[in-house]
Nanobody
């Protein structure tokens, strides 16, 4: 059974920082591209950041470049999202995703963790 379990969300003031974690089980972690998506109320889910299986390729949405850092620890089957200088527009549910890097491109999702940026 595949599980992606996010943690680290919460309420933070503008300008603050949070670190999200996503622990994966039931997959061979090294075969998967890991991503962090977010969905704000009334909006579509969007990619915030992704990282390839060997951490060679990293991609960020323009809105988070320079503020968010994605990383992974393949020994711990965990992917992280360090978020700094948070803004109210970063408020969303953040979802962890795992997509196999080769066919069949199985994709799995976590249950999401709420991040609220407000004073």
């Amino acid at each position: 059974q595949v599980q992606l379990v996010e943690s680290g969300g919460g309420l933070v003031q503008p300008g603050g920082s949070l670190r999200l974690s996503c622990a994966a089980s039931g997959i061979f972690f090294g075969d998967y591209v890991m991503g962090w998506y977010r969905q704000a109320p009334g909006k579509q889910r969007e990619l915030a950041a992704s990282i390839s299986s060997g951490s060679r390729y990293i991609n960020y949405a323009d809105s988070v470049k320079g503020r968010f850092t994605i990383s992974r620890d393949n020994a711990k089957n965990t992917v992280y999202l360090q978020m700094t200088n948070l803004k109210p527009e970063d408020t969303a549910v953040y979802f962890c995703s795992a997509e196999r890097a080769f066919r069949p491109r199985d994709t799995y999702w976590g249950q999401g963790t709420q991040v609220t940026v407000s004073s």
